[in-house]
């Protein structure tokens, strides 16, 4: 069971490593949930990303996880070419990104939620609403390097309530492979 490793996160520009409370591989597949709840160095990494935002908090943010099949990520060719078009994409949008980019040892769909509710969670009376990106490895061994983008818009008010944000508002582009 491959996992994501230090060279991978430093391949991504202005990456942040996060993990979750999975111990190893074999935890993060017998115990999915383990997967799916932030260490608690994670959680004061992305606090602090939030407060360098100086209460303005952008669009979008876009995380990565290696998911079930961390090689569909690593390997050499098919991440990068994607997420540089994305960028670019998002960008000529005129969407307003996060600087940095989340990378998730261990991660799975829910933990990407944790993150969209500790950067964008707040009470407000204005209503805004902001977006996660979540690019994780799926279907280990067919060879593709499949991964799938699941994509999360909601208001700071449904953030900011834990657990609101879930399967049932996202909506996922899958078999995104080479």
């Not at 591989?25 to 935002?53: C, F, M, Q, T």
């Not at 939620?113 to 407000?124: D, N, P, T």
């Not at 990106?133 to 994509?151: K, T």
Request: one cysteine or more; proline letters at 4%.
């Amino acid at each position: 069971w491959t996992e994501i490793n230090s060279s991978f996160v430093h391949s991504i520009p202005a990456s942040i490593a996060l993990e979750t409370k999975s111990k190893d591989r074999k935890d993060y597949v017998y115990h999915p949930v383990s997967g799916e709840v932030l260490s608690s160095n994670s959680i004061e990494k992305i606090k602090a990303i939030k407060n360098s935002w100086n209460s303005y908090s952008p669009n979008i943010q876009i995380i990565i996880s290696d998911g079930l099949n961390a090689k569909a990520l690593m390997d050499e060719g098919p991440l990068l070419p994607f997420l540089n078009g994305l960028l670019s994409q998002l960008k000529n949008s005129n969407y307003s990104l996060s600087d940095k980019h989340l990378v998730l040892k261990n991660g799975r769909v829910r933990a990407g939620y944790a993150c969209g509710e500790i950067l964008f969670g707040q009470k407000s009376s204005t209503p805004r609403s902001h977006c996660i990106i979540h690019l994780i490895g799926e279907r280990p061994g067919s060879g593709h390097h499949n991964f799938s983008a699941y994509l999360t818009v909601a208001q700071s008010s449904t953030w900011n309530s834990k657990g609101s944000v879930d399967h049932n508002i996202s909506r996922v582009v899958s078999g995104i492979s080479d």
